[in-house]
């Protein structure tokens, strides 16, 4: 059963990524104002098993994919200082929240997509 939402469930792991970086971006842009901030941004690593083919070809060999699952993390986003020690740069961030909410919205109708295919083959039309 795992094997017929599989693609549900890469499409979700990614729109989720997406929704948590469009709340960190927001976050950004409503400290716009506040001195001394520093804005965050999420950082997408996905294991290369996608990409990349890798194999272990002696057991001594590091193993390639130690993690089998996606990696979230937070760093500090290195920008321009403004004159109140403020790093945010409000274009930036708002070019970033478009594109995150245009990914996030197109991994949703993805999602719809996929559960329309299975609720056809489930109706046997």
Do not use: W
Not at 11 to 21: D, G, I, P, V
């Amino acid at each position: 059963m795992s094997e017929l939402f599989s693609h549900i469930d890469i499409l979700e792991e990614k729109a989720s990524f997406f929704l948590e970086r469009t709340k960190v971006i927001q976050g950004n842009i409503a400290n716009a104002d506040t001195p001394f901030y520093r804005p965050v941004d999420l950082k997408f690593e996905k294991v290369l098993t996608e990409q990349v083919k890798l194999k272990r070809t002696n057991p001594k060999h590091m193993d390639p994919f130690p993690e089998k699952k996606v990696k979230i993390e937070k760093f500090e986003v290195k920008n321009f200082v403004g004159y109140d020690q403020n790093r945010v740069n409000v274009e930036e961030e708002l070019a970033k929240l478009a594109e995150s909410s245009i990914m996030y919205k197109t991994l949703l109708e993805s999602m719809k997509k996929e559960m329309a295919k299975l609720k056809y083959a489930i109706s046997g039309r």
